[in-house]
C-alpha cells in the first residue's frame, strides 16, 4: 500500500469524454488521456484492502491491488507484468469493459471507488509506448496440434494460452480479419481496429497460424479437422440474433445490428467493399436517415453512436424494459454488478442531438412504401406485477428510414458445424461442457466463451479462453497444467 491515506486525500478523477460535437466529428477513440502524474495519485487512492472484493468481481481475478501499487510508485514495468499474468488482452478490456472491478471496489462502499479501469490501460498503453510488449515464442513444442475454430477474444485467448504451453496451434476465423466483436461489432470510436490487428500480429509472431476466410463445417469440413488435430477448441460466439417477428419485418431497412456495424468498421479501415460480410452484400448506411435502434444494452449503444457519426438525421433507442434506478435496489447488494441506468457516450451524443431513450416500448409493426420502412408502430408497456402489459390506448406512431435490432444473441449458430460435431446442447443453445473439464460431449472437443456461456462481455471472453486453455493443456498431456487457473467468485458479472 503505496499511500495509506490516499483515499482519504484525493478523490476519484476519472477521464472524462471529448465533448460532444469534436468527437462526433471523427471516429477516434474519444476520451482524454490523464497525465502519468495524476494515474498516479488515483493509484495511490487503492486502501490495498485486507479481502481485495475488486478482484472477486473480475472474471479474471485480475491482480489490481498489486498493480496499483506499482503505478503509484512508477514502477510500470513490474505493474505490466502483473497485468499480463491474468490478462492476455488488457488493451481491450481497459478500453470496453463496464468495469465491474470498480463495483466490487471496498472504497466504494460510501466514496466513489477507484479507477481501476484507468490504471489498466495506461499501463498497457505505456508498455507498448516503451516497447516492452513483444512477441514471446515458447522454448519448447509438445508435437501436440490445437485448433481453435473462432477468432474472437476467448479463440485468441485461448490460442495464445496453449501456444505458451508449446502446442502448435492453428485457429480459423471465417472473416477475412480476426478479431470477432472486437474487430467487426465494437466501433473504432471505443477500440481502434490499428490496436486489435497490433496484438493479433503479435499472436501470429509468437508462431500461432491463424488462417482466416475459412468456415469449419462450410468450406473446410469438419472430418477433416478432426483428422488433423489432438484436440479442437470452438469458439464461434453466440452469434444467432435474437429477431423481431412483427408485420413488416421483412421491409428493406430493418436489419440485425450486427449487419450494420461491420461495415462502419470496414469503411474506417478504408476498405472498398464494406458490405462483404452481410449475407446479401447489402450496403447499409445512416446518412440522412431516421434511425430507430431497439435494444439498449451496449450494441444498441453502438449502434446508435455509429449512426450519429455516419450523419443520421435523427436517432431514437427503444428498450422494452422500464428505466432502471438511479442507485442500488435494496435487493442488489454491494459487492454486486449495481444494476442501475447507465448513460453511454453515444446515448449522452444522441440526447444531445435532441434524440431519447423510450422505455417500456414494444415494437408492434413496421410500414413502408415500395418495399422499403417508413414508420413503426408502438405501444407503452406497464411492468408494475413484473410482467409486461399492453397500455390500452397507447400506441404510437414514429417516423423511420432505419431500424435496427439490436436486442441480444440466443447463443452459437446453428450452420452446419455444430450438427457435424454432434456435440449437445444446453436448454439455451449453447455448447454443453463438463464444468471441470469445458470439455464438451464429443471426446477432445472444447467449448469457451459466448458459445459456450451465451453473450456476455469481452473480460468474460478472456477469462473463458485462458481457462479453456488449461484444461486443454491438462487432457492432451495427461497431467496437471502449468498454465495458470482462472480465479472466478461466485458473484463475478
Known amino acids: 500500500m503505496g499511500d495509506p491515506k490516499g483515499f482519504m486525500n484525493h478523490t476519484r478523477q476519472a477521464p472524462h469524454y471529448l465533448p460532444v460535437e ?155 480479419r480476426a478479431g470477432g466483436l472486437l474487430m467487426y461489432g465494437i466501433p ?21 497460424e491463424l488462417r482466416t476466410g475459412v468456415t469449419v463445417g462450410g468450406d473446410l469440413p469438419w472430418d477433416q479437422v478432426k483428422s488433423q488435430f489432438d ?51 447489402q450496403r447499409i448506411w445512416a446518412e440522412g436517415k431516421h434511425v430507430i435502434v431497439i435494444g439498449g444494452g451496449d450494441t444498441g449503444s453502438d449502434c446508435i453512436g455509429t449512426s450519429l457519426r455516419q450523419g443520421a438525421a435523427s436517432v431514437t433507442n427503444f428498450e422494452l424494459l422500464p428505466e432502471p434506478p438511479g442507485d442500488r435496489p435494496a435487493n442488489n447488494p454491494w459487492p454486486q454488478w449495481a444494476r442501475i441506468r447507465r448513460i453511454s457516450s453515444s446515448v449522452e451524443e444522441m440526447t444531445e442531438r435532441g434524440g431519447e431513450v423510450a422505455f417500456s416500448l414494444a415494437t408492434k409493426s413496421f410500414t413502408g412504401e415500395n418495399g422499403k420502412v417508413t414508420s413503426l408502430t408502438t405501444i407503452q408497456l406497464d411492468w408494475k406485477t413484473g410482467k409486461p ?27 452446419g458445424l455444430l450438427e457435424q460435431v454432434g456435440c449437445q446442447l444446453d436448454q439455451r443453445g449453447n455448447i454443453a461442457t463438463d464444468a471441470k473439464t469445458r470439455m464438451s460431449t464429443v471426446p477432445g472437443v472444447f467449448a469457451a466463451g459466448d458459445a459456450r456461456r451465451g453473450q456476455s462481455l469481452i473480460v468474460w471472453a478472456i477469462s473463458e479462453g485462458r481457462e479453456v486453455a488449461r484444461c486443454v493443456d491438462e487432457w492432451l498431456m495427461q497431467r496437471p497444467s502449468l498454465l495458470p487457473a482462472v480465479r472466478i467468485e461466485a458473484f463475478a458479472y
Open 231 to 281: 484436440a479442437v477448441v470452438i469458439s464461434t460466439g453466440a452469434e444467432a440474433p435474437r429477431d423481431l417477428p412483427v408485420p413488416g419485418r421483412d421491409l428493406d431497412g430493418v436489419h440485425f445490428a450486427m449487419e450494420f456495424l461491420p461495415q462502419s468498421n470496414r469503411s474506417n479501415w478504408g476498405d472498398t467493399d464494406i458490405a462483404a460480410l452481410h449475407p446479401k452484400k
Open 389 to 415: 402489459v399492453e397500455v390500452p390506448g397507447s400506441e404510437r406512431t414514429w417516423r423511420c428510414d432505419l431500424a435496427l435490432l439490436a436486442m441480444g444473441f440466443l447463443g452459437p449458430k446453428k450452420n
Open 188 to 208: 473504432h470510436y471505443k477500440l481502434r481496429k490499428e490496436k486489435v490487428q497490433r496484438r493479433i500480429d503479435l499472436l501470429t509472431a509468437e508462431g500461432i
Open 22 to 176: 469534436a468527437r462526433l466529428a471523427n471516429h477516434e477513440e474519444h476520451i482524454e488521456v490523464l497525465p502519468e502524474a495524476q494515474v498516479k495519485t488515483q493509484a495511490s487512492r487503492c486502501m490495498d484492502c485486507g479481502v481485495p472484493f475488486c478482484m472477486s468481481g473480475c472474471p479474471l481475478g485480475n491482480l489490481i491491488p498489486d498493480w496499483n501499487d506499482l503505478v503509484f510508485r512508477g514502477k510500470w514495468r513490474e505493474a505490466l507484468a502483473a497485468l499480463h499474468a491474468t490478462n492476455n488482452f488488457p488493451e481491450f478490456t481497459g478500453r470496453v469493459c463496464p468495469a465491474p472491478c470498480e463495483n466490487s471496489c471496498v472504497l466504494g462502499i460510501n466514496e466513489p471507488p477507484v479507477t481501476i479501469k484507468l490504471h489498466e490501460v495506461s499501463i498497457v498503453d505505456h508498455g507498448f509506448a516503451q516497447g516492452w510488449i513483444r512477441p514471446e515464442a515458447p522454448p519448447v513444442r509438445t508435437g501436440k496440434r490445437v485448433a481453435v475454430i473462432g477468432g474472437g477474444p476467448a479463440g485468441l485467448a485461448s490460442a495464445q494460452q496453449l501456444n505458451r504451453a508449446g502446442h502448435q496451434v492453428t485457429v480459423f476465423e471465417k472473416n477475412d
